[in-house]
């Protein structure tokens, strides 16, 4: 298996697992019960996580690519900014102190997701430095 549909399968795994699934199943309670603040509306939540399931279903393209023998630099560009736009906006949230007066396991589900994320934007960085052919 190449690095590409690894790290593609990480991805949607790891995406569907921390992210996704939990944003559109999971009760507010737990959230709350997790020491994130309530939310007055999961609603956003809820399309957040859809929208999620949107990307996972491009990424899962990416690999149908790579099995092909191509790069897919289309799929990777999409994930370099959505990963990489993410992981800087949670480690920016952390450092301003958006966190501070949450749980503790709420903070660190948070400094976990940011640096998971960041991770996956490096590797993807690093892939898209591969010259082409």
Do not use: D, H
Not at 18 to 31: E, F, G, K, R
Not at 40 to 66: K, V
Not at 85 to 105: C, E, K
Request: proline letters at 5%.
């Amino acid at each position: 298996m190449s690095t590409v549909i690894r790290l593609l399968w990480v991805k949607i795994i790891g995406t569907a697992l921390a992210a996704a699934l939990p944003m559109l199943l999971t009760p507010a309670s737990v959230y709350e019960w997790l020491g994130f603040p309530p939310q007055p509306t999961m609603l956003f939540l809820r399309l957040y996580g859809l929208s999620t399931l949107a990307l996972l279903a491009g990424y899962y393209g990416g690999i149908e690519q790579a099995r092909r023998g191509e790069l897919p630099r289309g799929v990777l560009r999409m994930g370099l900014v959505s990963n990489g736009g993410q992981g800087l906006m949670l480690g920016a949230a952390g450092i301003a102190g958006t966190y501070a007066s949450w749980g503790g396991l709420a903070q660190a589900l948070m400094w976990g997701l940011c640096l998971f994320i960041l991770g996956i934007a490096l590797a993807i960085a690093l892939l898209l430095r591969r010259p082409r052919g």
